[in-house]
């Protein structure tokens, strides 16, 4: 029976937060939203976890009809009424926008409550003690990468290999176990003596097996804290650090 090879992530939070990464990303005025450039962004990122076989929750594609709606709706040509001053014309923004404000500021709120829960967590009393020959361990740094800029390196490599094109529309198994490859990607990325290696070198072969694996053991050795993602800048080059203990 053939069998599809399907990839399930946890990790996102839903349209509003993708959105909001975008215009976070892009320095996009929230009050002031582009809408032809933020849905050409989201749009290219459902085909990124479409090519990916991701398991797209239905809100996603709601939104994306809904900011396809509003572009349109925004291309129109705007009709002359007469007594109608244009301070109250309604703009197909707004209920977007107020939506995002209010997702914006829970989402500051969440990340305070955190922010207090992990120092609570930190204090505690004990008893003086004299600590000698003490072992600091270095403690990883992830970074800023999030898995929107996953996403969005993903997208820009394929574009850069000209892998757009359908590749296969359905797997049957996958090529090589997500073990074998984390191993592979891992060995790699400690040859380059912690210079880092770009996020494209990882993806050195076309078939749609090795990129979705590739891609899901990157995922997962950051999970682990085996490597570790960064950017220099927004938009630029992403590069995977090598981030275990030397052996």
């Not at 072992?135 to 969005?152: F, H």
């Not at 490599?157 to 090529?175: G, S």
């Not at 891609?215 to 997962?220: S, W």
């Amino acid at each position: 029976m053939e069998q599809v090879y399907q990839v399930k992530l946890d990790t996102f939070e839903g349209p509003l937060d993708l959105l909001l990464h975008l215009i976070n990303h892009y320095e996009i005025d929230i009050y002031d939203i582009p809408v032809a450039q933020i849905t050409e962004q989201y749009m290219n990122y459902i085909h990124a976890m479409q090519h990916l076989e991701l398991n797209i929750a239905s809100e996603y594609l709601v939104m994306a009809a809904t900011l396809l709606a509003i572009k349109s709706q925004m291309l129109l040509p705007k009709q002359e009424i007469e007594e109608v001053d244009e301070e109250y014309m309604e703009d197909p923004r707004e209920e977007l926008m107020q939506r995002l404000i209010e997702y914006r500021k829970f989402k500051d709120a969440a990340e305070t409550f955190k922010e207090k829960e992990i120092e609570a967590h930190q204090t505690f009393t004990r008893a003086p003690v004299i600590f000698d020959n003490l072992n600091i361990e270095k403690t990883v740094v992830q970074g800023d990468i999030s898995i929107y800029d996953m996403l969005g390196a993903f997208g820009k490599m394929l574009e850069r290999k000209k892998w757009k094109e359908p590749l296969d529309t359905r797997i049957q198994k996958a090529e090589i176990p997500i073990e074998q490859r984390m191993e592979e990607v891992l060995n790699i990325v400690k040859r380059s003596n912690r210079n880092g290696v770009t996020f494209d070198e990882l993806f050195t072969q076309r078939t749609k097996s090795h990129i979705v694996v590739t891609f899901m053991a990157i995922l997962e050795l950051m999970k682990v804290n085996q490597v570790t993602c960064k950017q220099t800048k927004h938009l630029d080059t992403l590069y995977v650090y090598y981030a275990g203990d030397e052996i």
